[in-house]
């Protein structure tokens, strides 16, 4: 089966522009959860979307934001870009979302630099 | 707050030599623990995960992860690597703490020399 697809792969964006990026999770995973990551603080959580609804927010600001539509399908935006926005973004799908024991399967992510 | 501390940032080793990474983390009630594992140029993958049982489980590629709940840790291990195993490794663990969320250490990156 095919696995957790993330577009685009690059972007480089300049500061004060909006970003938005797409993830679909694997057929039949019901939850996807979006990360950054960046050498200085690993892997930082940012939200968590089950059945089109948002379920966990992490500590990030307003300006991060993601949806979910009925298809499992989820994109996240970022408006007003700030330099320490540059980060790999990762999207993870599960089964039951947050709590379930079956753990992540990871996309491979967007490398967004802002600029 | 839940946290996760992965112990060693760095780790360097021959081949052939055992490998204990540590990982310790911080939540009184039920626990889901994983490690994942990120080669070189490729995506995070699950190694092993934990939820209930043996606390010694076994993952892909001759990893083993040893769950003691007295010590908050669940150390990873592997008696003898390979220069394949060089990549990041990452602990993480989900709690209910505001609705499961699954917190990641910051990686040990293991470096095996030929």
């Known amino acids: 089966k095919a696995g957790v697809t993330q577009t685009p792969r690059y972007l480089i964006k300049t500061r004060g522009q909006q970003v938005t990026l797409s993830c679909s999770p694997i057929?039949?995973?019901?939850?996807v959860s979006w990360y950054q990551q960046t050498p200085g603080q690993g892997l930082q959580f940012l939200f968590e979307?089950?059945?089109?609804?948002?379920?966990n927010k992490g500590n990030f600001p307003g300006r991060f934001s993601g949806r979910q539509f009925s298809n499992s399908r989820s994109e996240m935006n970022v408006s007003t870009l700030e330099l320490g926005d540059s980060a790999l973004y990762l999207c993870?799908?599960?089964?039951?979302?947050?709590?379930?024991?079956?753990?992540?399967?990871f996309g491979s992510g967007t490398r967004l630099t802002v600029v | 707050a839940q946290s996760v501390s992965q112990h060693n940032h760095h780790v360097i080793l021959s081949e052939a030599a055992s490998l204990e990474l540590g990982c310790n983390y911080s939540?009184?009630?039920?626990?889901?623990l994983f490690w994942y594992v990120q080669y070189p140029g490729q995506h995070l993958q699950l190694l092993l995960k934990?939820?209930?049982?043996?606390?010694l489980v076994k993952g892909i590629k001759g990893f083993e992860a040893e769950f003691i709940k007295s010590k908050f840790s669940f150390n990873l291990r592997k008696p003898s690597v390979q220069w394949s195993d060089t990549a990041e490794y990452f602990c993480?663990?989900?709690?209910?703490?505001?609705?499961?969320?699954?917190?990641f250490g910051a990686g040990t990156r293991l470096f095996v020399k030929a």
């Open positions: 939540y009184g009630g039920t626990v889901n």
């Open positions: 979307y089950f059945s089109e609804t948002q379920r």
């Open positions: 057929s039949g995973h019901r939850s």
């Open positions: 934990y939820f209930s049982g043996d606390p």
């Open positions: 993480a663990v989900n709690a209910r703490t505001g609705g499961f969320k699954t917190i």
């Open positions: 993870a799908s599960s089964l039951g979302g947050q709590g379930d024991a079956y753990g992540y399967t």
